[in-house]
């Protein structure tokens, strides 16, 4: 029985097999959209993922765990995924190849908080290179609240994140080290629009020019034809 697509990234991605994830061919479509979102994912589990009516899930779930990245997740981006079971080949590879939407959030949080909240600070480094990311940093953990409908949202930050996990080498990135140059201020598509109108644009001047010349050679064997009239 062949597995299904979201079988194919979690195996791939919890077995660190990247050339096994390129050939389900990523696409943001694709990337932005949850895995398996009525079941638990176990980041830490890197053979097999479990189900949510596994019991042993269920006795999981019970353990009051700390760290986020310890936690079993429901729902998660294949990005999100990817940080938490700290894979930076294929953090770089979806940010690279398949332009995922940044600002999706799971439990509040987006990829970046959770690239906060991991131990391994390579997934980290390689978000804090992308423009919106930058632009972003800042930007606040929403946790939902379950008893008064106005009572107001619990915000946090990446930094508060990063500190509340002992994670100290993410708080000297956040806190003290400059960001790093930016290597993704706009994507393919852009970039491929640009050098499209920049083609065309050359082009059309070279039409333009080459017409210029046209007439220019005209006017001149006119005013021959002229003078040798006149002569």
Do not use: W
């Amino acid at each position: 029985m062949s597995l299904s697509i979201d079988d194919e990234i979690i195996i791939s991605i919890l077995q660190d097999d990247l050339s096994r994830f390129k050939r389900v061919h990523p696409c943001s479509i694709l990337m932005n959209r949850p895995l398996k979102p009525y079941e638990y994912l176990n980041p830490a589990d890197r053979e097999f993922y479990s189900k949510s009516n596994d019991k042993n899930s269920n006795a999981f779930l019970k353990k009051k765990i700390s760290n986020i990245q310890d936690r079993p997740i429901k729902g998660p981006t294949a990005l999100i995924f990817s940080i938490l079971c700290e894979r930076p080949s294929f953090c770089k590879y979806i940010v690279d190849k398949t332009k995922p939407d940044l600002s999706v959030r799971v439990n509040g949080l987006t990829a970046f908080h959770y690239a906060c909240c991991t131990k391994d600070t390579k997934c980290l480094s390689i978000l804090l290179r992308i423009e919106y990311i930058q632009e972003n940093i800042d930007i606040p953990i929403v946790f939902p609240t379950f008893s008064n409908i106005e009572e107001k949202k619990q915000t946090s930050t990446a930094l508060h994140l990063a500190v509340s996990n002992r994670l100290y080498k993410t708080v000297i990135i956040l806190a003290i080290k400059p960001l790093p140059i930016i290597y993704k201020q706009r994507n393919h598509k852009e970039n491929h629009r640009n050098i499209n109108k920049d083609n065309n644009n050359s082009n059309a001047d070279s039409h333009h020019n080459n017409d210029n010349d046209n007439n220019n050679n005209a006017n001149d064997n006119n005013n021959n034809n002229f003078d040798d009239n006149s002569d």
